[in-house]
């Protein structure tokens, strides 16, 4: 399985600072916000990503990233010119994607938990129809909903709908099997001209092949699309990390426990930041890797 990380748009709701930089460059605690995402579709075993930016924003993302090799990945990037929904995504990503399954993961939501790698894990093994992750909220009107049956089943989905039938969101975590990118073809802009994922969610529904996975109450599930809420992330991210000596959204770590790389080159990384606590941490880590 392939992954696209979606890291284009204009960042409006977080202007002025996103006119002179991408919103996923942006800090959460001490990491890019891009790094979560990376980090989510490396939990699931995905070592070959696209990540999908702005003509502007590319060089950056790319001084940032390189290829992925430091990581054991391998990272290629795209360019979404205009903003023109998420579906379109599978579109710019077609020829990187083949005829194969796809994890869509959008490049400002965040992913924490017990249980979230197994979950994750289990996901990446789809070879047919698409799955979706699914989190209660109190304010379901923001996002598109999810209405599932007695055994958990989806049978309604609905686009920030001003009578939620659920609160069930659907995250911004999706996969999809190969017909994937033929479905977003097929689908039309929305009402605000955009291409829409939910609809593709929708035709994957009508085929009978969407499945649901709930993410639970112990699971955090953070998007960080408003100042208000990449200010809560970042203080989630502080208070949890400071209180286990964990880190969240790592790449470097995912990377290790996966055996994508060794120790040595654990260690390598680590002294690209110098004294910093980030670097201390992928030190230690390399000398004391007990898993927890």
């Known amino acids: 399985m392939k992954a696209i990380v979606l890291a284009g748009g204009t960042g409006s709701r977080l202007g002025p600072v996103t006119r002179g930089v991408s919103k996923q460059l942006l800090a959460i605690h ?15 075993g995905i070592r070959e990503l696209l990540v999908i930016t702005t003509p502007q924003d590319r060089a950056a993302f790319k001084r940032l990233l390189g290829d992925g090799g430091q990581w054991g990945v391998s990272i290629e990037y795209a360019e979404q010119a205009r903003p023109e ?13 083949g005829a194969g399954p796809c994890a869509l993961v959008l490049g ?7 249980g979230l790698s197994q979950q994750l894990d289990e996901a990446a093994r789809l070879d047919h129809g698409a799955r979706v992750f699914a989190h209660w909220v109190s304010n379901p009107q923001r996002y598109g909903v999810v209405d ?5 089943r989806p049978v309604h989905l609905e686009e920030k709908p001003h009578e939620p039938r659920s609160n069930w969101a659907v995250t911004g975590l999706y996969l999809y099997d190969g017909r994937a990118p033929e479905i977003a073809r097929s689908i039309r802009p929305s009402a605000r001209g955009e291409l829409e994922i939910t609809a593709v969610n929708q035709a994957y529904l009508d085929a009978g092949e969407l499945e649901v996975t709930r993410l ?5 599930w953070l998007d960080t699309g408003t100042l208000e809420s ?5 203080e989630f991210v502080r208070v949890v990390e400071a209180r286990q000596g964990l880190k969240i959204g790592c790449p ?3 990377a290790f426990r996966r055996g994508f790389i060794d120790a040595a080159a654990l260690e390598r990384l680590a002294t690209e930041y110098g004294g910093s606590p980030y670097g201390d941490y ?11």
Do not use: C, K, W
Request: aromatic content about 4%; hydrophobic content about 45%.
């Open 30 to 44: 001490d990491q890019p916000m891009i790094y979560h995402p990376i980090s989510t579709v490396m939990l699931a």
């Open 85 to 97: 929904g998420i579906a379109q995504a599978l579109l710019i990503g077609e020829a990187f994607l």
């Open 108 to 114: 400002d939501n965040i992913f924490h938990g017990a």
């Open 148 to 152: 599932l049956d007695e055994g958990g």
């Open 216 to 220: 639970g109450r112990g699971t955090a």
């Open 230 to 234: 990449m200010h809560a992330a970042t």
């Open 252 to 254: 470097e770590e995912v």
């Open 282 to 292: 992928l030190t230690r880590l390399a000398r004391d890797p007990r898993p927890v």
